[in-house]
């Protein structure tokens, strides 16, 4: 157990023992530093798997016949700054993606594309090809959003569309040390912030009647949630509509936040007041009032950047059933959270190596994590629970 603390979370539950889990290897070499993967949902392929590369490829797997594909889906690298944290950080097919052919990515411009300077976050949509369905049209952007950065790092990078079927953005605060222009407590920009648009609505987006400060003067009408660091990765439980958010803390404490499918908006996380539930700041505006405490916070030893994953929902293992699932970038630990008697109880499931960089779902809600450049599949090593949970 890594120093790792669990805070009340109004859910019912019991007591259950950790899943006993071990990786099952899939991709072994053929990619170069895969930073995230998604699924298209159920196409015809067999659940093909969707992996982006950090210099500004997407790449396909096949699970039924075991291959991942030496042509790119995309190749976008000649308008895309890599490196750091900086690169091809997320991607998203649209729900109807089989009759629209839409996907969407974000990724640091090059400063050559959508208006962008140098390192700027582009939000854009791309089409499938005509032709083949394994390959999409690399002449078919079209710029939804562009984000000005002050600096290099702290991108968040994580695309999802919800249960209400919005984009969903995840915005670090620029970067730097410390938030030294304030994003993470400033609604009047995009940086530090969890953003929700609807693509469909509008062009090239439009804004959600429903999000929590439309009309509210000074304030950006896209923001979902704020008083975040650097969300690298979120994800909805696809049973429950809950958002599950893996904040990347500074330089002690790493937290994970969370949002109940009830939520209408406006939760406020606290950074930079706080960094988890610690006192960070003492700046102008802090302590905030109605600041949300993460629901799991670990101290830095080993660990160092909190890597958000999800919570199982597949078929395969139905002793996992619930748990969610979570690491750290610099000790490879995996974690498991489960419900008991109203709190998170979290422990150690796996003792990774370093360079633990995403989680993912397949089309059935299997998880897959990703460390330097090989792809596993979670499975269990047998039935461990008494009792299930849902």
Same mark, same amino acid.
């Given at each position: 157990?890594?120093?790792?603390?669990?805070?009340?979370?109004?859910?019912?539950?019991?007591?259950?023992?950790?899943?006993?889990?071990?990786?099952?290897?899939?991709?072994?070499?053929?990619?170069?530093?895969?930073?995230?993967?998604?699924?298209?949902?159920?196409?015809?392929?067999? #659940?093909? $798997?969707? %992996?982006?590369?950090?210099? *500004?490829?997407?790449?396909?797997?096949?699970? +039924?016949?075991?291959?991942?594909? =030496?042509?790119?889906?995309?190749d976008i690298s000649d308008r895309i700054r890599s490196g750091?944290?900086?690169?091809?950080?997320?991607?998203?097919?649209?729900?109807?993606?089989?009759?629209?052919?839409?996907?969407?990515?974000?990724?640091?411009?090059?400063?050559?594309?959508?208006?962008?300077?140098?390192?700027?976050?582009?939000?854009?949509?791309?089409?499938?090809?005509?032709?083949?369905?394994?390959?999409?049209?690399?002449?078919?952007?079209?710029?939804?959003?562009?984000?000005?950065?002050?600096?290099?790092?702290?991108?968040?990078?994580?695309?999802?569309?919800?249960?209400? #079927?919005? $984009?969903? %953005?995840?915005?670090?605060? *620029?970067?730097?040390?410390?938030?030294?222009? +304030?994003?993470?407590?400033?609604? =009047?920009?995009?940086?530090?912030?969890?953003?929700?648009?609807?693509?469909?609505?509008?062009?090239?987006?439009?804004?959600?009647?429903?999000?929590?400060?439309?009309?509210?003067?000074?304030?950006?009408?896209?923001?979902?949630?704020?008083?975040?660091?650097?969300?690298?990765?979120?994800?909805?439980?696809?049973?429950?509509?809950?958002?599950?958010?893996?904040?990347?803390?500074?330089?002690?404490?790493?937290?994970?936040?969370?949002?109940?499918?009830?939520?209408?908006?406006?939760?406020?996380?606290?950074?930079?007041?706080?960094?988890?539930?610690?006192?960070?700041?003492?700046?102008?505006?802090?302590?905030?009032?109605?600041?949300?405490?993460?629901?799991?916070?670990?101290?830095?030893?080993?660990?160092?950047?909190?890597?958000?994953?999800?919570?199982?929902?597949?078929?395969?293992?139905?002793?996992?059933?619930?748990?969610?699932?979570?690491?750290?970038?610099?000790?490879?630990?995996?974690?498991?959270?489960?419900?008991?008697?109203?709190?998170?109880?979290?422990?150690?499931?796996?003792?990774?190596?370093?360079?633990?960089?995403?989680?993912?779902?397949?089309?059935?809600?299997?998880?897959?994590?990703?460390?330097?450049?090989?792809?596993?599949?979670?499975?269990?090593?047998?039935?461990?629970?008494?009792?299930?949970?849902?």
């Open positions: 157990m890594k120093n790792l603390l669990s805070f009340l979370l109004a859910l019912p539950g019991l007591a259950l023992a950790l899943p006993q889990i071990e990786l099952q290897p899939v991709i072994t070499s053929g990619l170069s530093a895969p930073i995230g993967l998604t699924h298209a949902g159920n196409d015809a392929d067999g #659940g093909r $798997l969707f %992996i982006n590369e950090q210099v *500004g490829r997407i790449r396909i797997y096949k699970p +039924n016949s075991n291959t991942l594909l =030496s042509t790119p889906f995309l750091g944290e900086t690169g091809l950080l997320g991607v998203v097919f649209h729900p109807d993606y089989a009759s629209n052919g839409y996907f969407y990515v974000d990724y640091s411009a090059e400063g050559n594309t959508c208006g962008a300077d140098f390192d700027d976050t582009v939000i854009s949509r791309f089409s499938v090809s005509a032709g083949n369905p394994d390959v999409a049209d690399p002449d078919s952007e079209v710029c939804i959003l562009t984000i000005h950065q002050p600096y290099g790092n702290h991108n968040g990078g994580q695309l999802a569309f919800g249960p209400d #079927g919005y $984009l969903y %953005i995840g915005m670090g605060d *620029g970067g730097d040390g410390g938030d030294p222009h +304030n994003n993470g407590q400033d609604r =009047s920009t995009l940086l530090g912030s969890l953003l929700r648009i609807d693509v469909d609505g509008g062009s090239p987006y439009a804004i959600p009647s429903s999000n929590p400060f439309v009309g509210q003067a000074g304030i950006r009408p896209e923001i979902w949630a704020w008083g975040l660091r650097n969300p690298w990765r979120f994800s909805f439980d696809r049973q429950t509509g809950d958002l599950w958010i893996g904040d990347v803390g500074q330089g002690e404490w790493e937290e994970i936040d969370f949002q109940p499918a009830a939520s209408s908006g406006g939760e406020n996380y606290g950074w930079a007041c706080r960094e988890g539930t610690h006192t960070f700041s003492n700046r102008a505006g802090c302590p905030a009032p109605d600041m949300v405490d993460p629901i799991i916070e670990y101290a830095h030893g080993a660990e160092c950047s909190v890597t958000g994953g999800y919570r199982y929902r597949g078929s395969r293992y139905p002793d996992l059933k619930g748990v969610y699932f979570f690491g750290d970038y610099c000790s490879g630990v995996i974690w498991g959270a489960t419900p008991s008697g109203g709190n998170w109880l979290v422990e150690a499931a796996h003792d990774g190596p370093f360079g633990l960089t995403t989680f993912g779902e397949d089309p059935g809600g299997e998880i897959y994590v990703i460390y330097g450049n090989e792809v596993s599949r979670i499975t269990t090593l047998g039935t461990i629970f008494s009792d299930g949970f849902e």
